[in-house]
């Protein structure tokens, strides 16, 4: 599939996406200089979160919306989304800054309002959150315009995430991502259990990727090397301005290095081969091959005691001893030199 003209499958390189969420503190230039970061240290995406407090939940103080257990302890839901939302009058400036620095730009709806909206913007693929993944009508309704869809599954169970990509397929959208993801925030490293991701992709027949909370780059550089063919970061300009998510995203330095690194790792990944390289063909002089050990006159017998399979290897293969054992020399042989099938008796 691809996303914009970033093309995603099982040989392309890996879709490395700078999540900007709630990391501007509500001021569009500490945006667009986070986008502008994020292009610096590599990223091939931005993603934006399209909702307002008001689309999301309602202004309610009871016990149902106060948050407990996270590290938004104490806030309300509709506090801390007034305060992580992103201005929808923002978007598409920052999608048009986004394309000039040569990034893809696309988001997360959290209603069909949103997916309105980010169709006038013409967003080249939809993201749904790991929290909306049991929003079936909205999955089916960002399916349905026929872009493709990335779905994180950080509290999903499987039963989920089979409706969720069925609801996809239902609306005639085979365009489908999964997102391994630990909705923790920061997520232990220990709860990452990245062998879900071959068995995701078995299992759903989708491209799969890592939405990833955890400190540090290690869970999305090994991610890669299972099978990852996007890699999703939040990112910020600077941890020390705050905001609800600076705990757990990335500065540009990291981001950047994680970003060589997973280059690196596609590297490595190479193809299925066994030939031999020529750098390594260059190596393979110093295998082990047949040698005369002790001088032998012609006619001499060939034994355990005058030739052996050493190092370097420019005599015969080893393979051959057992068969050169007991032949006779054809000329005179120092010490040293290597067997070839002329110096011996057919």
């Known amino acids: ?11 392309s390189p890996v879709f490395i996406v700078a999540e900007l969420s709630a990391n501007h503190n509500q001021d569009f230039e500490i945006a667009r200089r986070t986008i502008e970061a994020a292009s ?6 931005i993603k934006l979160q399209t909702y307002t407090p008001d689309t999301i939940t309602i202004n309610c103080d009871n016990d149902y919306f106060h948050i407990k257990g996270t590290l938004w302890d104490g806030q309300t839901l509709y506090d801390l989304y ?40 013409d967003v080249p693929a939809y993201k749904v959150a790991s929290f909306e993944i049991s929003d079936i009508p909205l999955i089916r309704y960002i399916a349905s315009k026929k872009k493709p869809v990335i779905i994180s599954t950080g509290v999903a169970t499987l039963q989920d995430i089979e409706e969720a990509v069925n609801a996809c397929r239902e609306v005639g959208n085979n365009q489908i991502i999964l997102l391994k993801c630990t909705s923790a925030y920061p997520a232990p490293i220990e709860e990452a259990n990245l062998r879900t991701i071959p068995d995701m992709k078995k299992r759903f027949g989708t491209m799969v990727g890592l939405s990833d909370h955890t400190l540090g780059d290690i869970v999305a550089i090994a991610s890669v090397s299972l099978g990852a063919r996007i890699i999703e970061k939040h990112f910020i300009l600077d941890k020390t301005i705050g905001g ?31 030939e031999p390289t020529e750098k390594i063909k260059e ?64």
């Open 1 to 11: 599939m691809k996303i914009d003209d970033f093309t995603i499958n099982n040989e």
């Open 40 to 45: 610096k240290a590599g990223a091939d995406a």
């Open 82 to 121: 007034q305060q992580a939302y992103t201005p929808w009058e923002w978007q598409p400036k920052l999608k048009k800054y986004a394309e000039s620095l040569g990034l893809i730009l696309f988001s997360s709806p959290f209603d069909r309002s949103a997916v309105d909206f980010l169709e006038k913007m």
């Open 244 to 274: 609800p998510d600076a705990a757990f995203s990335m500065e540009p330095e990291p981001f950047k290095i994680m970003v060589e690194a997973i280059r690196n790792t596609e590297k490595a990944w190479g193809k299925v081969t066994y």
């Open 283 to 346: 190596s393979r002089v110093f295998m082990r091959s047949l040698f005369v050990i002790e001088d032998i006159r012609k006619g001499d017998t060939f034994s355990e005691k005058n030739i052996r399979s050493i190092r370097p290897g420019y005599g015969l293969p080893p393979k051959h001893f057992e068969e050169i054992i007991g032949k006779t020399a054809v000329r005179d042989l120092k010490k040293g030199t290597p067997l070839s099938w002329d110096m011996i008796v057919k």
